[in-house]
């Protein structure tokens, strides 16, 4: 009986351990780009390796850029007061609601360019505040490319 179950367990074990997903992605949602036939807000999987940097939506591939064509990388982040939410909570509680007024968000916001021959394109995505570090890391790493601050940029008229 032991022998049996050790068996089912030698099976078992590896059967469950590579049955997910081989390649890492990220989970990512599109704010707007040349991206056609998807909306801003959609959810999206962004997969990236040193072959090519895919976009899905499900199942189905939305881009496949190879990294060498990734001109840039950049990076900007959306600050704000949940001022919403701190007017919700002064009906029930103005104290809690004054003390909501003080605190912020931030939305983290990755953008992608890419030139390969005549096709060009580009996209904004916004990330999870756990995964925007790694997926500047990542994209940094296979297209060679520094990852620019947009807050950081001057416009000149």
Same mark, same amino acid.
């Given at each position: 009986m +032991?022998?049996?179950? %050790?068996? !089912? $367990?030698?099976?078992? @074990?590896?059967? *469950? ?41 499900? +199942?189905?591939?939305? %881009?496949? !850029? $190879?990294?060498?064509? @990734?001109?840039? *990388?950049?990076?900007?982040q959306?600050?704000h ?6 007017i ?35 996209f ?34």
């Open positions: +032991k022998s049996v179950l %050790a068996l !089912i $367990l030698c099976v078992a @074990i590896p059967t *469950v351990v590579f049955a997910g997903e081989s390649q890492p992605n990220f989970k990512v949602q599109y704010d707007g780009g040349s991206l056609t036939n998807i909306k801003a807000g959609a959810d999206l999987s962004l997969y990236i390796d040193s072959n090519s940097v895919r976009i899905m939506k499900g +199942k189905t591939e939305i %881009a496949n !850029i $190879l990294p060498s064509s @990734i001109t840039e *990388v950049s990076y900007g959306d600050v007061r949940r001022v919403g939410a701190a919700g909570l002064a009906f029930v509680s103005l104290g809690i609601g004054g003390l909501m007024a003080l605190t912020k968000s931030k939305k983290h916001y990755v953008g992608l360019t890419w030139a390969d021959g005549d096709k060009k394109g580009g904004a995505m916004q990330c999870d505040k756990n995964d925007y570090r790694g997926v500047l890391a990542a994209l940094e790493g296979v297209s060679g490319q520094k990852a620019v601050n947009s807050e950081a940029m001057t416009v000149k008229n």
